[in-house]
């Protein structure tokens, strides 16, 4: 299919995303991109609407502690008052981890209840090994007392932040094609089969053949055989390490382990099709807080577009974050529904019984994992690139192991086209290395920030 990871899903005439894709982006070009290729009509204004949801109580996100203490009650609101006090008094001693420095700002008790459980269902790592500065990206560095302050200061600094000035996160509105993000990718591949050009779908990449210090062909699996492709230049979105073990000749042992050491985070959703007046929240997504519960986000398809649901029905997609290969990836589709019935029904959502059809999508690697070692892996396939096979180009998030948003892997394949056509010289390894995307403008441990990354974890085998 075309789209990757923004691909829209069909399935009896219900469209549903693979995670949600806000259109909005600071880079100028690839939103010039996206309304050459849908005309105005084709696009919809949504609101930005997402909340956490916890002991069956809606909070805003991102988390505004007022708002946070008055729904957690009183009695609790005042333990977590008390909790911020003592990390005054008491700072955690490590606050390099995700756990150390949203409790040295925040309390532990706001900690546990909104931090803690989430983090750990998306990385699968207790949140006492993911590295501080993801912390500091996802909620702006803030204090307690910051953030409290910063909606008082806003309301009497009274004019609206422009586009350049607004953190990605914190948008209140953004565009969305009207039968979702898989509108755009389809539209494009219809132009380009009119400009000439063929798009050949369900077709593997068995091998890049390469001689001389460059690729001269690909080489395809179609139809139980293999066609071979020349090729002047190849531009890559497969996974990076995928990408490597193709070449042939092999690339040297060496290279073939750092490719192997790369590792992903796999995805599934499964959608289910409600009546729509079971769902009386508006939100594009809640994200769920509860432990007891694996899914992490409930996408709410209806709220997106309307064109994306039919016949008064939406569609609710429960979000999981798994590892190929494990019981949730491996389970029937008939299990992965009624587990995400059951589970919409145990926070309080939905009954079960209201639930009519489900579909489940899996998506592999949708998530490239930053380990310890992945950024000098990464770094080894790049020098090996260069120096045997420099017309090869990877390009996107898994094509460059790199957390983009969807933005920034479009203007990475942008500045390739023009680095082959025009000699640019663009390096779009330095796409999204861009400070003022950060929610905190610097980072404390002084790795290089993108606007979007992933937090850093501990080697596992």
């Keep these: 299919m075309v789209g990757g990871i923004s691909r829209t899903v069909q399935r009896d005439g219900y469209r549903f995303d693979i995670g949600g894709h806000r259109f909005f982006s600071k880079v100028e070009r690839v939103d010039h991109f996206w309304h050459e290729i849908l005309t105005p009509d084709e696009f919809l204004t949504r609101p930005r609407s997402s909340r956490i949801y916890y002991r069956g109580k809606f909070f805003d996100y991102p988390l505004k502690p007022v708002n946070a203490l008055r729904s957690l009650g009183f009695i609790e609101a005042v333990r977590c008052a008390l909790s911020f006090v003592w990390v005054r008094v008491r700072p955690p001693k490590d606050q390099t981890t995700l756990e150390g420095y949203i409790a040295a700002n925040y309390g532990w008790r706001l900690y546990e209840h909104f931090f803690k459980t989430y983090n750990e269902k998306v990385w699968a790592v207790s949140a006492s090994e993911i590295s501080a500065d993801w912390g500091a990206q996802r909620i702006k560095g803030m204090s307690l007392w910051s953030a409290l302050w910063e909606p008082l200061r806003a309301r009497f600094a009274g004019a609206r932040k422009n586009k350049a000035e607004q953190v990605t996160s914190l948008i209140e509105e953004f565009q969305y094609p009207k039968y979702g993000p898989g509108m755009m990718w389809e539209r494009c591949r219809d132009l380009v089969e009119a400009a000439g050009s063929k798009v050949i779908m369900e077709t593997p990449v068995i091998a890049i053949r390469h001689d001389g210090g460059r690729?001269?062909?690909?080489?395809?699996?179609?139809?139980?055989?293999?066609?071979?492709?020349?090729?002047?230049?190849?531009?890559?979105?497969?996974?990076?390490?995928?990408?490597?073990?193709?070449?042939?000749?092999p690339v040297p042992h060496a290279v073939q382990q750092a490719a192997d050491d790369l590792g992903f985070r796999d995805f599934l959703s499964v959608a289910l099709v409600v009546p729509a007046d079971k769902v009386p929240w508006t939100d594009n997504w809640i994200y769920i807080h509860a432990p007891e519960v694996k899914t992490m986000r409930v996408q709410n398809f209806g709220s997106w577009s309307p064109f994306m649901v039919r016949d008064g029905r939406n569609v609710l997609g429960l979000e999981y974050t798994v590892s190929e290969g494990d019981e949730w990836w491996t389970a029937s589709d008939e299990e992965l529904i009624e587990r995400g019935k059951a589970e919409l029904e145990s926070l309080g959502l939905m009954n079960a019984r209201d639930v009519e059809a489900g579909y489940v999508v899996r998506m592999p690697k949708a998530y490239p994992l930053y380990d310890q070692t992945y950024a000098a892996n990464v770094e080894v396939l790049r020098k090996w690139l260069v120096e045997n096979a420099p017309n090869v180009h990877p390009v996107g998030r898994n094509g460059m192991h790199k957390y983009n948003n969807q933005d920034h892997s479009m203007y990475t394949a942008m500045l390739t086209v023009e680095n082959i056509v025009e000699d640019a010289g663009h390096d779009i390894w330095s796409v999204n290395v861009e400070e003022e995307y950060h929610e905190e403008k610097a980072s404390s441990s002084g790795r290089s920030g993108t606007g979007r990354d992933a937090p850093v974890l501990p080697k596992r085998q």
């Design 215 to 249: 690729a001269v062909s690909v080489i395809a699996q179609t139809d139980g055989g293999a066609t071979e492709y020349a090729a002047d230049h190849v531009i890559s979105s497969m996974p990076f390490s995928t990408l490597l073990r193709s070449m042939d000749p």
